[in-house]
């Protein structure tokens, strides 16, 4: 009797922490506000509508329940986009692609944007898909991980 309720206590406590200081979902819109306004990007970045976050990332609308995108002129390639969405797998190579694209654009036209590109950070978290690209990845990174756990 004693084991079993030192293993009930045990498993509590493991639940407890593993659960403890992290969301359990994505809001696009707070994670959008929070990145927009504590990230230093290169320039003042647009809000894009859903059309448009969605012929810019190409995500088929049928494949995201919520998004969120903020992108920088063509000067930069600084930008960032929260996706909720059913099919995280699908989401992420679609983002991937994106970066992928936009390296080999920006190779020729401005290669000193290229090093932004390489340290873009795709994140999954649930349901929800995260693609940041920023001057400073480790700062973006950190503040993504705070919103985390909130």
Do not use: W
């Amino acid at each position: 009797m004693k084991k079993i309720f030192i293993c009930a206590v045990l498993s509590l406590s493991l639940i407890s922490a593993a659960a403890c200081g992290k969301i359990s979902s994505i809001d696009c819109e707070t994670l959008a506000e929070v990145l927009n306004s504590d990230v230093a990007f290169s320039e003042t970045l647009t809000r894009l509508d859903n059309t448009g976050a969605e012929q810019y990332f190409n995500i088929n609308p049928n494949n995201y329940d919520e998004i969120a995108a903020y992108v920088g002129t063509k000067a930069v390639c600084d930008e960032f986009v929260i996706v909720k969405t059913k099919n995280t797998s699908t989401v992420k190579s679609k983002l991937q692609d994106h970066v992928d694209s936009m390296r080999t654009q920006y190779s020729s036209y401005r290669p000193s944007e290229v090093a932004k590109l390489d340290n873009a950070l795709i994140e999954v978290y649930k349901d929800a898909v995260v693609l940041i690209i920023s001057p400073n990845k480790g700062e973006a990174e950190k503040i993504y991980k705070n919103y985390l756990k909130k």
